[in-house]
């Protein structure tokens, strides 16, 4: 045997030697997961949605009282400047109507959070499937995918080219006020932000040796989109969704604020106490104002906390 | 009959320009007109500068670009015209391994799924089980632990990542395996490993191979025939050692001399051939043959005019060149870049001078000295540049001259192995100062800043 092959055979069993001997690998999606885990953001945005979530299921169980019911509506005198603020019964103090405003707190945030989750869930699936098919079409279509692709992306464009505060006020005003509407207005706003990101991410896929070395191989197309080119599209809409939930909940209580949400204001959420408490916010009771304010403000600032920590644990350039 | 003809072979990509519709403007003529037989068994090596198309061929071998004309016979069966299930199909037969091991597998699938992804679309295999065994007797073959399976590619070092490759290539039992730039991201040493397995496969499988690479060594240690192309055709075509011992095509004979010897004595001797400006851009070739502007022996009659074919010149070594049997014998004389010295000093990073350049040199340096001693005589300065024979220096082209500096120096950074495109050096002043040698640079650098600062005025 001579010295070259011999040193090969050594060079190799090293190689084999420095391979773990675990019997399972490690797949992306696992590492980015434990690298969520590792970053202080995901953990304090994380926890923060779980309170979110965890006050959504159980509020309307321990609110004190009920949120509808005017009990003190002679302790409250609205256009005399006359609130009861925080006191032992009422920990948030009443409303003009003489309702507990705490209860309405905690009743308010079931209806916040579906609005925000409903709204994304409808803007990710249409906008995934319509950015999907685009995508698929112009990666592996050929010259007449590209022009199917070119057509759907035009019609996003047109929706994008609107403002999309006044998009969700035509939608929500054509479909009549509601709290589903506020769902779809709010949802159909994010259809083309989903739509670009997922299509874009599929180009830049759909480019790579790996589809190519697919297509080599002779896989289908319809299986190459599926397994191979969306897979690895996905982060960013991830990361997207998460993010999105925020500015969900915030435009849904823009809505709110405007009057198009939900028509019987005694029902409590968080956007529609927002809009009550602005005509006693300089005449007597700012406090009114602030605690939906605040549970708006720390929401949104979990799911952008958790977004931005996916965003890292999900960027390859940062596989170490 | 050869296992692999290709006849003809033309790429030719569309330039397209347009706001709502899309014009055809032109074209990138990628491959253009390839013919070679790749015989079952052997090892065909195709070499060229990037950008010449070598890859672009090996993928439209595979139907991954689209054939814009001729034809591609893999054993008796035309690919260019089958459709498209059929060509599928027909892949089978045919599979290519990637130049980047880690970008051509899916980062997202782990090694057993990336392996059974090509049996699964052809129908290998009746289940899982059935596959996982077949995977695990390539893996073994091609040096891969069988607990190689569960994990993902960016598990693996970059060696590694390429016998997942060439094994993705083998579970479907290939008749021709493409390897496109197969080493070229790899280490030195793990080069070698993976060229020995290439070959041990091919003796044990009996696989033919269509090499694709830029590495002349490794091309040569692999190859049984060897073609060299040059801006998307053939220029020359040979058995491997016979091309080695005596490339007869100028753009082969620049190639070869430019690779080192081991041997001291021998490379004190070597002569390089160093060729003139860059590759000519595929969307706008030059006439005639192709390499006639980068020719060192380019004549004046029939170069430019007519496009020399692969012709044979004996003992299966096809040149295509109108002038091989006359150079070959020493009888022409060298019309533009010149033979020197492998050794001389200064060859490796700077670009010569020539003659027609020097007297343009020497102006620029002693312009420089003048530039050093004294910024305030602009007058005299210009006189001497006049004196000088240069362009004559006048207000209009003082922006020209401001941008100087920036341009020069791109320039005056080493250039190994190419010396600057000549006919464009003569008329100008800034490609002038190209022309000089190493030792004159910073002399150079200050010749420009006086003149930057005498443009500066002039505005």
């Not at chain 1, 434990?34 to 979530?53: C, E, T």
């Amino acid at each position: 045997m001579s010295v070259a092959t011999k040193t090969d055979k050594i060079q190799r069993l090293a190689e084999l030697a420095a391979t773990k001997e675990t019997s399972t690998g490690d797949s992306l999606w696992r590492e980015a997961f434990r690298r969520l885990k590792r970053s202080k953001m995901a953990i304090v945005g994380a926890v923060v949605i779980a309170l979110f979530i965890l006050l959504a299921i159980v509020g309307p169980y321990i609110a004190p009282y009920s949120p509808t019911a005017q009990t003190w509506r002679g302790e409250v005198f609205p256009n005399r400047g006359e609130f009861v603020g925080m006191r032992p019964e009422n920990w948030f103090g009443l409303d003009h109507l003489g309702r507990d405003l705490f209860s309405r707190f905690l009743v308010g945030a079931r209806q916040t959070l579906l609005v925000g989750v409903v709204a994304t869930l409808i803007g990710l699936t249409i906008g995934f499937l319509v950015g999907g098919l685009a995508g698929a079409f112009a990666t592996l279509g050929g010259e007449r995918g590209k022009r199917v692709d070119s057509v759907i992306m035009r019609f996003i464009d047109i929706m994008l080219a609107m403002p999309s505060l006044l998009l969700a006020v035509s939608i929500a005003a054509v479909m009549g006020q509601s709290l589903t509407t506020v769902m779809i207005a709010v949802g159909v706003v994010q259809i083309p932000v989903f739509a670009r990101l997922l299509r874009g991410s599929m180009l830049v896929q759909g480019s790579s040796d790996y589809v190519l070395a697919a297509q080599s191989l002779g896989v289908r197309k319809r299986r190459i989109v599926v397994s191979q080119i969306i897979p690895n599209s996905l982060s960013p809409v991830i990361v997207q969704a998460t993010l999105s939930l925020a500015t969900a909940i915030i435009e849904a209580a823009a809505l709110s604020y405007l009057g198009l949400g939900n028509p019987d204001p005694a029902i409590p959420e968080w956007g529609v106490m927002l809009t009550q408490a602005q005509r006693f916010f300089d005449s007597g009771a700012p406090m009114m104002a602030v605690y939906p304010a605040v549970g708006i403000i720390i929401t949104a600032l979990g799911f952008t906390l958790l977004g931005e920590a996916m965003r890292e644990a999900l960027d390859p350039k940062l596989r170490g | 009959m050869s296992l692999l003809e290709l006849d003809g072979v033309k790429v030719h990509f569309p330039i397209k320009k347009g706001v709502l519709f899309d014009r055809t403007v032109g074209h990138v003529y990628a491959v253009d007109g390839i013919s070679l037989k790749v015989e079952a068994g052997q090892t065909y090596g195709l070499v060229g500068e990037s950008g010449c198309g070598k890859t672009t061929l090996g993928r439209s071998v595979l139907r991954l670009v689209d054939i814009t004309e001729g034809s591609v016979v893999l054993d008796g069966t035309d690919l260019a015209k089958l459709p498209g299930e059929e060509m599928r199909r027909f892949r089978r037969r045919l599979q290519m391994v990637f130049q980047d091991p880690l970008g051509s597998l899916n980062p997202r699938q782990n090694i057993e799924s990336i392996l059974s992804e090509g049996m699964v679309a052809h129908g290998i295999g009746k289940d899982q089980e059935e596959r996982r065994e077949k995977i695990k007797s390539i893996l073994d073959k091609v040096g891969l632990p069988s607990n190689a399976l569960a994990r993902y590619p960016h598990e693996f070092s970059g060696g590694q990542r390429q016998r997942i490759g060439i094994a993705r290539a083998l579970v479907l039992e290939p008749d021709v395996i493409i390897c496109d730039e197969p080493v070229s991201a790899l280490d030195v040493s793990v080069q070698a490993q993976v060229i020995n397995l290439l070959e041990e496969l091919q003796e044990e499988l009996g696989l033919t191979y269509l090499v694709i690479a830029h590495d002349l060594a490794v091309v040569r240690h692999i190859s049984d025939v060897i073609g060299v192309m040059y801006l998307g055709s053939l220029v020359e075509e040979a058995p491997s050692d016979a091309l080695y011992a005596e490339p007869k095509h100028p753009y082969t004979k620049a190639l070869m001399s430019a690779v080192p010897v081991p041997d001291p004595e021998v490379e004190d001797q070597r002569e390089r051939i160093l060729l003139v400006g860059d590759l000519p851009s595929p969307a706008n070739p030059p006439s005639g043959c192709r390499f006639h502007t980068r020719c060192p022996w380019a004549q004046a009659e029939r170069c430019s005019t007519e496009r020399p074919e692969l012709r044979d010149v004996g003992g299966g070594h096809r040149v295509a060149c109108h002038f091989a049997e006359e150079i070959a014998a020493g009888t022409l004389k060298l019309t533009a870049g010149e033979v020197v010295s492998a050794t001389r000093e200064g060859v490796e990073d700077a670009p010569p001078t020539l003659p027609e350049q020097a007297e343009r040199a020497e102006a620029a340096v002693a312009e420089a000295e003048e530039a050093e001693e004294a910024e305030k005589a602009v007058k005299a300065e210009k006189a001497d540049t006049v004196e000088a024979a240069d362009a004559p220096e006048k207000a209009d082209t003082a922006e020209e001259k401001a941008a100087e500096p920036l341009e020069a120096g791109k320039a005056a950074e080493p250039e190994p192995r190419k010396a600057v495109t000549t006919e464009k050096d003569a008329t100008t002043e800034k490609d002038a100062k190209d022309a000089k040698d190493a030792k004159d640079a910073e002399a150079e650098k200050a010749a420009e800043a006086g003149k930057a600062e005498k443009a500066d005025e002039a505005v």
